[in-house]
């Protein structure tokens, strides 16, 4: 059997990068594709409740390093208990975010350096990389005027992230351009700041034209 597809979500807070990532799991369902879909961190019982150490704004103290490592630690889980098997099944599988996070936000953005988190790849997904990363581009002033109303509407208590300085953010738009250069075969980029109606259409069609080269 043909291994499955793997699709990662990327983009900085505010990007819209879940709305589009369930419009997309919606839309190949509808197609008759079957889809199973996974989040970073997260994804498995053991993977939230990892998140919720993450990303609690209470937890100010959790260092660089603690982060980075459970980062891995829910993904690690994520590979061995949903992920690959699903892709041994020759099933789709859609994640919002994976390992490019990583390197964005704790490589670059925390300064821990991209060859640690290229060990910590090896060791938890085993050379297990997406074949799609969608990656949405937003300015940093709109995603996060986006993020901040949207935890206060929803008070999942996840705004960690978030509450970072402006420098940092910047740093990891920054992180990610660099990704997208780096590995332009695998990187799709849409523009978020348009209707997500629009911006889904543009998604389908990067991932439709990507299932089609690969008949």
């Known amino acids: 059997m043909r291994r499955g597809l793997f699709i990662t979500f990327e983009g900085a807070e505010g990007s819209g990068k879940t709305t589009q990532f369930r419009m997309l799991i919606d839309g190949a369902r509808a197609a008759g594709h079957t889809v199973v ?4 961190p997260g994804g498995t019982p053991i993977g939230r409740q990892i998140r919720k150490i993450l ?19 829910a993904r690690a889980q994520n590979v061995d208990e949903l992920v690959n098997p699903t892709l041994a099944r020759g099933e789709i599988v859609v994640s919002d975010r994976w390992t490019d996070s990583s390197w964005a936000y704790q490589g670059v953005g925390r300064k821990l350096g991209v060859a640690l988190v290229e060990q910590l790849d ?9 074949d799609l990363t969608i990656y949405l581009d937003i300015d940093l002033e709109t995603g996060l ?5 949207r935890n206060l509407e929803t008070q999942l208590n996840e705004s960690r992230l978030d509450d970072e300085t402006m420098e940092f953010h ?6 990610y351009l660099e990704l997208v250069k780096r590995y332009p075969a695998r990187f799709g980029v849409v523009d978020a700041s348009g209707a997500k109606e629009q911006i889904s259409k543009e998604i389908w069609g990067l991932v439709i034209g990507f299932i089609e080269e690969r008949k």
């Open 170 to 175: 910047t740093t990891v738009r920054n992180a």
């Open 122 to 130: 090896l060791i938890a997904c085993r050379g297990l990389t997406p």
């Open 145 to 149: 005027r986006r993020a901040r109303s």
């Open 55 to 73: 990303l609690d704004p209470s937890n100010q103290e959790l260092s660089a390093t603690t982060e980075i490592l459970l980062y891995f630690a």
């Open 37 to 40: 879909e996974t989040a970073e």
